[in-house]
Structure formats: C-alpha cells, structure tokens
C-alpha cells in the first residue's frame, strides 16, 4: 500500500534554532498536509499544500509541495519550547476517498 | 463552537470484551472517518463514513469491526471480542466535504487486559 517516508525520526534542538523535515513518497498525491501532534491529543493541521510547488506560510512554519507531487517539507524557524510535539506528514490520494496516508512522524524536543 | 469529540478518552476492556466508540463531528460536518494510531506510529485509516453511509472501509479489518454512523446520534466504531493487539489509540475524524484537511478529535485510548 501507499507509504510515506518521513525524516528525521527524531530532532534535539536549541531553542532558536531552525528546523527543517521532510517526506516523501512512490506515490502521487493531490494534496500534502501537515500535522502536530502533543501528548495524548490528536493531530492538529498546520499547513494544507494542494498545487504542486506551491509554498505557504503560517507564522514560523513555512512549507512547500514537491513539484512531482511525490514530496513535501516543513521548515520552522527560530524555534521555542512549546514546538515541541511530533510532526506528522499526511497525503491525500488523487480520487480517492480523501483517506489521508500518514508518515511515522518527526519527534521534536526543543532545549531551553 | 465545539470541536470533534470524542468518548470516552480512556477505555480499559478485558479479552472478549466489546469496545463501543463514540464520535460527535463538528456542526455541520457530515463526513466522518476513523484512524487508528500505534505506539510510535502514524495514524492508519480505517473508515470513512458518511449519515448512514459506508464510503470506504478498506482499511478496517474484516472481522470484529464494524462502524456506523447514523441519521441521528455520533459516529460508533465497534470492535468486537477484543485482543490485545487492539490496544491502540483511536483517533475520529470530521469534515464538510472536499479535499481538505479535517479535523480530528482528542482520540480514545482503548487497553486490552
């Protein structure tokens, strides 16, 4: 089935640093989206992509769609404690049931 | 203006116990969907549902499982007869259609003892 292959598995950063993640995938999809997640909560969107190449802002994350569809990344910059959380990378498939098709996640911490 | 919420957060079910879900979406959200999440995993879909439609199941297995979501009430994913590899955090999801990214709830730990 679809996978998605997310990198890296797990950042340690300074606060202030920027931070950069990325996914890729052997499939095409028509939309990217990313995700965070904190302890015992469910994932909560970040940055919708739905045209290949396009790059979009929110506050300090910025993220761009591949322009063959198949990848994705998301950069956050000057990093505080409260990013910490896992990042998810989700597609949704081309005609699909808009099912979306998650990566394994990017465990952030953020050292003080 | 309540989000997806979901009952209970916890549940705790012996062997061959049932486990009863419960999925309220947002107002005005008529598409549903149910993910199941592992330890150190992403999430995995199961189902996508629509009022008292199945869309796409393809990814709930075939046996003990079963979800709905009826003209009246929330979204329940039933697992019937549960083992231990169904402790897992179920997560729900909901949104007004389209190809967008929706909206998930705070999820349901279930644990099988």
């Known amino acids: 089935g679809q996978q998605l292959n997310q990198s890296p598995q797990s950042m340690f950063i300074q606060e202030g640093e920027d931070v950069s993640m990325n996914c890729t995938s052997s499939s095409i999809f028509n939309t990217w989206l990313w995700y965070k997640q904190e302890p015992g909560e469910g994932p909560v969107l970040l940055i919708a992509?739905?045209?290949?190449?396009e790059l979009t802002s929110n506050g300090r994350l910025t993220a761009q769609f591949g322009i063959t569809r198949k990848d994705s990344f998301l950069n956050i910059s000057a990093s505080i404690p409260s990013d910490v959380g896992i990042y998810f990378c989700?597609?949704?498939?081309?005609?699909?049931?808009?099912?979306?098709?998650f990566g394994k996640g990017t465990k952030l911490t953020v050292n003080p | 203006n309540a989000g997806v919420m979901q009952n209970p957060r916890h549940l705790v079910r012996r062997r061959g116990q049932e486990a009863r879900l419960r999925c309220s979406p947002m107002k005005g959200h008529s598409h549903v969907y149910w993910y199941r999440q592992l330890p150190e995993e992403g999430l995995k879909f199961m189902v996508y549902?629509?009022?008292?439609?199945?869309?796409?199941e393809s990814g709930m297995p075939k046996e003990r499982f079963s979800a709905e979501f009826p003209k009246e009430g929330p979204s329940i994913l039933r697992i019937q007869q549960v083992v231990r590899g169904d402790s897992a955090a179920y997560f729900c999801?909901?949104?007004?259609?389209?190809?967008?990214?929706?909206?998930f709830g705070s999820g349901t730990r279930l644990t099988v003892v």
């Open positions: 992509l739905y045209k290949a190449g």
């Open positions: 999801a909901s949104s007004p259609g389209g190809p967008y990214g929706y909206t």
């Open positions: 549902l629509q009022k008292e439609n199945i869309i796409d």
């Open positions: 989700a597609g949704q498939l081309r005609g699909g049931s808009e099912k979306l098709v």
